[in-house]
């Protein structure tokens, strides 16, 4: 790898229990963890000496905990960086899913990156904060690769970052759980996308 170029790995966590389908962002919820050949797989695609990086909410760290264990590193240094938590929906967090996008359709609005939930942070906010503590770890790791077990609002903040677009276009990515998305940063020339989305061989469709 060249001196300039930091590899980020980025891993979207396990599925969030979440039976009531609820709004949650910021909401510390459990999630279900797949078996041991899944981890497997998943720690199969990532790289072999990486830096491990996780949000301070409970289903990240219970899913980069399920690849240190697949690997053997339970043992491994673990960095946690709140820059990269998933978007604050404020006051709609813990209200049912369906009711917070009827209110929003009422208002004859989708989903536009600069949508502001009462007392939360549009996704704009989100792209700007993960863009910040990308380039400070960029910088720091300058290298080496980095692995970050992080959200899906956190991925596509990545991927506004690396593609230059606007933080709404990177809204329309799909980042299932359990998915490896590929960003490197370059340094003086900037980014570039390796692939987004990639599922583990066990939970290929």
């Not at 459990?30 to 797989?41: C, N, R, S």
């Not at 219970?62 to 960095?79: C, M």
């Not at 899913?97 to 549009?122: F, H, M, Q």
Request: hydrophobic fraction near 45%; charged fraction near 25%; glycine fraction near 8%.
């Amino acid at each position: 790898m060249s001196d300039e170029i930091t590899e980020w790995w980025l891993v979207r966590h396990a599925p969030a229990v979440n039976p009531e389908r609820t709004v949650y962002g910021a909401l510390d919820l459990d999630v279900t963890l797949p078996g041991i050949e899944v981890f497997e797989a998943l720690s199969a695609m990532l790289p072999a000496d990486p830096v491990w990086l996780a949000t301070p909410l409970a289903r990240t760290m219970k899913t980069l905990d399920g690849i240190l264990r697949a690997r053997g590193a339970e043992g491994a240094e673990i960095h946690i960086e709140p820059g990269f938590a998933e978007q604050h929906f404020g006051d709609w967090e813990g209200r049912p899913s369906a009711e917070v996008w009827a209110e929003i359709r009422e208002e004859d609005k989708t989903w536009p990156a600069d949508i502001l939930p009462p007392g939360g942070e549009s996704f704009s906010d989100v792209a700007a904060r993960v863009a910040e503590s990308a380039a400070a770890w960029s910088e720091r790791l300058r290298g080496r690769a980095a692995v970050a077990v992080v959200h899906s609002g956190s991925i596509r903040a990545f991927l506004a970052s690396a593609t230059g677009a606007p933080p709404e276009a990177a809204l329309s990515y799909v980042i299932d759980t359990l998915s490896v998305t590929r960003c490197d940063d370059l340094g003086p020339l900037g980014w570039r996308v390796g692939f987004v989305n990639r599922l583990p061989s066990p939970l290929r469709r």
